[in-house]
């Protein structure tokens, strides 16, 4: 089903490539049948800031469920003090990963959103200090969206989708759909 | 319509998550029809560097003009100084995720981009010396992809979505594509 | 084809924009066809660690022989230390690029993941100490997803795609697919 061929050279940016091989590509054939979704949301509870949980067997399951073959799976957070990574689930890996989240956005730094003195917007009796929880996420993503041929996730060897927790132990949810042939 | 139900326990990552609750899973049906695309642009005029524009409501109109159902919403920007942002409208917690930006990449580092005695390619007449903020682009996303479940977009009761400017006061496209069922 | 219009001015948040000009917005009329999808696979070597690879003429290409009029192209990236990037193709602009990455995640930091007297898990005979790769990864993307009108991708003027290496010399493979009517 997967056919392997070279583009023509022409096609390569020679310039800005001078020393790659020729970029082999592999494509899958066309198909026009009617389009079905599949949704589902994921609930959970994490247990504490900056930990990384590991979901993939769980979208890899959906993705099942959905019977689609070739489409789109889009992992979305609903929530502004987590974010979707994706990346290795190596545990050491995962505490060099915290240290330079935390560096950029200290939870020990000022913010002017945990000022309760000078806040009025969108307080509530529950309100967390979480400033640090939202400048992280600024620089993460809400989204990431994935291809799905044959019924599998294109994910590579080491590709594994996290929800990372950027404020406490919290109720969430992961909005997962699958769109496709 | 929702059913709910709990995933099996074996399907959970059970070493990763030793004392997270079992994760509910809530599934919305399949259907199959014919896809359907429609497509926006929001064009607009920025002020300020470091502008938060809140445009999910504008988005939320356009979901709604579709009538897609059920699908995704992709939130394009057409800029390499801009950036789509998802996170809380309070306007202290805005100026905090500024200070963040602007120590990340800060518009008073120097950039060869912005030496305009060396550089040769991509200059024209109006060039803006913007070195900081193409840096700041790096970090943020061109794309947010949002799933459309009952003619809604699935966010969460904080995240509003935004174009981030992170030029000075230029005109903007953001592409809004929704497609689906 | 495409009808120009201006919002009501009532869906424009107001209070949040307070000296913006109204928002045009260019509306495409909805169809109802078959939906199909095309995916090909690029596979690359790249040279040195922080190289930017300039796919776009590639993705447009496939674009084009995906015979997709509208929808979506999702571009992503089958490893955990590259990245997906958008931004100008300006040869020093990269460069200042690469120092900021290099200043968020240095190479010559003490990375866990790297200490291999310590570490159990993921280890193959020629594991690289690649721990700062990971960390510039998390603040970039796995994946772009880019509207596509009238068989073009919606790129503004600067907008480029990049495959960014952040470990050295490798094989690699992106993912594209494009999905619509």
């Given at each position: 089903?997967i056919?392997?061929?070279?583009?023509?050279?022409?096609?390569?940016?020679?310039?800005?490539?001078?020393?790659?091989?020729?970029?082999?590509?592999?494509?899958?054939?066309?198909?026009?049948?009617?389009?079905?979704?599949?949704?589902?949301?994921?609930?959970?509870?994490?247990?504490?800031?900056?930990?990384?949980?590991?979901?993939?067997?769980?979208?890899?399951?959906?993705?099942?469920?959905?019977?689609?073959?070739?489409?789109?799976?889009?992992?979305?957070?609903?929530h502004?003090?987590?974010?979707?990574?994706?990346?290795?689930?190596?545990?050491?890996?995962?505490?060099?990963?915290?240290?330079?989240?935390?560096?950029l956005?200290?939870?020990?730094?000022?913010?002017?959103?945990?000022?309760?003195?000078?806040?009025?917007?969108?307080?509530?009796?529950?309100?967390?200090?979480?400033?640090?929880?939202?400048c992280?996420?600024?620089?993460?993503?809400?989204?990431?969206?994935?291809?799905?041929?044959?019924?599998?996730?294109?994910?590579?060897?080491?590709?594994?989708?996290?929800?990372?927790?950027?404020?406490?132990?919290?109720?969430?949810?992961?909005?997962?759909?699958?769109?496709?042939?």
């Amino acid at each position: 089903m997967i056919l392997r061929h070279r583009l023509d050279p022409a096609t390569i940016p020679a310039k800005r490539l001078p020393k790659t091989s020729p970029a082999p590509v592999r494509v899958l054939p066309n198909t026009g049948f009617a389009c079905r979704t599949h949704t589902e949301s994921i609930e959970l509870k994490t247990q504490e800031c900056l930990q990384f949980i590991d979901l993939t067997d769980e979208i890899a399951n959906i993705v099942q469920r959905s019977q689609i073959q070739t489409g789109f799976a889009n992992i979305q957070t609903k929530h502004t003090t987590t974010a979707i990574a994706i990346n290795e689930n190596e545990p050491l890996l995962l505490r060099d990963m915290k240290r330079v989240l935390e560096k950029l956005a200290p939870e020990t730094d000022e913010y002017l959103h945990n000022n309760f003195r000078i806040r009025t917007v969108n307080m509530n009796p529950e309100e967390d200090r979480n400033g640090h929880s939202h400048c992280k996420a600024m620089f993460l993503r809400t989204s990431e969206t994935l291809n799905i041929c044959n019924s599998r996730i294109q994910l590579g060897t080491w590709q594994r989708i996290f929800l990372l927790e950027l404020d406490h132990s919290r109720e969430r949810t992961v909005s997962v759909m699958v769109l496709g042939l």
